[in-house]
């Protein structure tokens, strides 16, 4: 358990909080591509780390986040008019261009050069293979961006989702972390008979964790036994601040997720599925990393996007007599069975009265490594993890069988590595 200091600690990401401070020190995802598709075309709230801003796409194709309130008098610039390079205000005219300045005040005379001393709150943003990123900390030049191998492949080898969690960024996060619970909540009652994978999970739902701290975040193999001569290695990461490369069940396609905090109160799931060598299977090209998920009609408020259907006001749909007869949990689809027990947490989980186990060492790491980040960056003014070594996010996840007097290790340098030749090590 935690202590009610290093809960808020873990917890808190508004300005000026340890973790959120932590968090402005990395490039993070603020909006699919798809989302402000057109130049000159509609502004869009986002809300991130406790900050309400407006993104916009500008009439050469950049995009822009800027502050939600004007600064001449308060107004919500999502009502702004983004025309010819820039974001009008519709109140009095004033004019941002993505970098946030001032490029026209038509209600001042026209020898003015008042607008020439204003400049509206505004983050670089970069865009890669579908995701718009920004940059919110102090430095003046934004870090490097982390070599994740999904974001340089070419289209049709990734496709990204998202969906909305109305809880705490950690406790939706913790789930990728948390191999064993995938033996229960996402398991069928009767023994799998088709994947290896699947029916090691359902016999053997106490298997032995090993956790290794590593430069970027930390990593674990949880291992099962295979057969008399094999362990079966189910090997994931977690890389600073929020990512996980996990299991996705698809064989041969890797899979990860990027946990982005609204609020203290809500949390932005990113979903990446991508497979280096080959197109990724047209299945689920077309399906999206939001597959088996139904989603309500988005609206413009930035916490009315990405919902879905089932939620916690429907109890997530759940179907007591599928629970009874066929599945464990009773709720359909896998990234909602994860939402419904986050959210039961509450808006924010008390960690002061869990009982961690044995197989919650890579929670216990990754919250330690966390915590102490945030600390670190308070009190020395020490660079986080990652942030200066984008090459620590070239990694994959891997599922593999390996003779037991193998070290898990050792034996899987290379298959971790992304930007290889070697085979994605995911089996069935």
Same mark, same amino acid.
């Given at each position: 358990?935690?202590?009610?200091?290093?809960?808020?600690?873990?917890?808190?990401?508004?300005?000026?909080?340890?973790?959120?401070?932590?968090?402005?020190?990395?490039?993070?995802?603020?909006?699919?591509?798809?989302?402000?598709?057109?130049?000159?075309?509609?502004?869009?709230?986002?809300?991130?780390?406790?900050?309400?801003?407006?993104?916009?796409?500008?009439?050469?194709?950049?995009?822009?986040?800027?502050?939600?309130?004007?600064?001449?008098?308060?107004?919500?610039?999502?009502?702004?008019?983004?025309?010819?390079?820039?974001?009008?205000?519709?109140?009095?005219?004033?004019?941002?261009?993505?970098?946030?300045?001032?490029?026209?005040?038509?209600?001042?005379?026209?020898?003015?050069?008042?607008?020439?001393?204003?400049?509206?709150?505004?983050?670089?943003?970069?865009?890669?293979?579908?995701?718009?990123?920004?940059?919110?900390?102090?430095?003046?030049?934004?870090?490097?961006?982390?070599?994740?191998?999904?974001?340089?492949?070419?289209?049709?080898?990734?496709?990204?989702?998202?969906?909305?969690?109305?809880?705490?960024?950690?406790?939706?996060?913790?789930?990728?972390?948390?191999?064993?619970?995938?033996?229960?909540?996402?398991?069928?009652?009767?023994?799998?008979?088709?994947?290896?994978?699947?029916?090691?999970?359902?016999?053997?739902?106490?298997?032995?964790?090993?956790?290794?701290?590593?430069?970027?975040?930390?990593?674990?193999?949880?291992?099962?036994?295979?057969?008399?001569?094999?362990?079966?290695?189910?090997?994931?990461?977690?890389?600073?601040?929020?990512?996980?490369?996990?299991?996705?069940?698809?064989?041969?396609?890797?899979?990860?997720? $990027?946990?982005? %905090?609204?609020?203290?109160?809500?949390?932005? &799931?990113? +979903?990446?599925?991508?497979?280096?060598?080959?197109? /990724? @299977?047209?299945?689920?090209?077309?399906?999206?990393?939001?597959?088996?998920?139904?989603?309500?009609?988005?609206?413009?408020?930035?916490?009315?996007?990405?919902?879905?259907?089932?939620?916690?006001?429907?109890?997530?749909?759940?179907?007591?007599?599928?629970?009874?007869?066929?599945?464990?949990?009773?709720?359909?689809?896998?990234?909602?069975?994860?939402?419904?027990?986050?959210?039961?947490?509450?808006?924010?989980?008390?960690?002061?009265?869990?009982?961690?186990?044995?197989?919650?060492?890579?929670?216990?790491?990754?919250?330690?490594?966390?915590?102490?980040?945030?600390?670190?960056?308070?009190?020395?003014?020490?660079?986080?993890?990652?942030?200066?070594?984008?090459?620590?996010?070239?990694?994959?996840?891997?599922? $593999?069988?390996? %003779?037991?007097?193998?070290?898990?290790?050792? &034996?899987? +340098?290379?298959?971790?590595?992304?930007?290889?030749? /070697? @085979?994605?090590?995911?089996?069935?």
């Amino acid at each position: 358990m935690l202590s009610n200091e290093d809960n808020a600690i873990l917890t808190s990401v508004g300005p000026g909080t340890l973790m959120g401070n932590l968090f402005r020190q990395y490039w993070l995802p603020v909006l699919m591509s798809s989302e402000i598709a057109e130049p000159d075309g509609p502004p869009k709230r986002v809300r991130i780390l406790g900050e309400d801003l407006i993104a916009f796409r500008s009439t050469n194709g950049e995009v822009g986040l800027l502050a939600n309130h004007c600064p001449h008098r308060g107004a919500s610039l999502f009502f702004g008019r983004n025309e010819e390079g820039g974001l009008r205000c519709v109140y009095h005219g004033w004019k941002f261009d993505t970098d946030g300045r001032c490029v026209d005040m038509p209600n001042e005379p026209p020898e003015s050069t008042f607008k020439d001393k204003i400049r509206h709150l505004a983050y670089p943003c970069r865009e890669q293979n579908g995701a718009v990123w920004t940059y919110m900390g102090p430095r003046s030049e934004a870090p490097p961006f982390p070599e994740l191998e999904w974001t340089q492949l070419p289209e049709g080898h990734y496709v990204l989702g998202k969906m909305l969690r109305e809880c705490n960024w950690a406790q939706a996060f913790e789930g990728d972390i948390d191999d064993v619970h995938v033996s229960f909540l996402h398991s069928r009652l009767s023994v799998p008979t088709g994947s290896q994978m699947a029916r090691l999970m359902h016999t053997q739902r106490s298997p032995h964790l090993e956790v290794l701290e590593t430069a970027g975040g930390a990593m674990y193999g949880v291992r099962r036994e295979a057969n008399e001569e094999e362990y079966n290695w189910r090997i994931k990461h977690f890389l600073f601040p929020s990512m996980t490369v996990v299991n996705g069940g698809i064989p041969g396609a890797l899979f990860g997720q $990027i946990w982005v %905090p609204m609020d203290d109160e809500h949390t932005m &799931q990113w +979903r990446i599925y991508w497979t280096p060598a080959e197109p /990724l @299977p047209e299945p689920l090209r077309q399906g999206g990393a939001a597959m088996m998920i139904d989603f309500l009609p988005n609206t413009t408020d930035s916490l009315g996007q990405w919902r879905t259907k089932a939620n916690k006001r429907n109890d997530y749909l759940l179907d007591y007599e599928v629970q009874r007869t066929v599945a464990f949990c009773g709720i359909a689809s896998v990234p909602v069975q994860d939402k419904a027990v986050q959210e039961s947490m509450g808006a924010i989980q008390d960690r002061t009265t869990e009982h961690l186990g044995r197989t919650d060492a890579m929670i216990t790491m990754v919250r330690r490594r966390l915590i102490g980040a945030a600390k670190a960056l308070r009190d020395r003014g020490a660079a986080p993890p990652g942030v200066d070594q984008p090459d620590l996010y070239a990694v994959r996840s891997a599922v $593999i069988n390996l %003779p037991k007097a193998a070290h898990w290790v050792e &034996q899987t +340098r290379d298959v971790v590595r992304a930007f290889t030749d /070697l @085979p994605v090590a995911i089996i069935s």
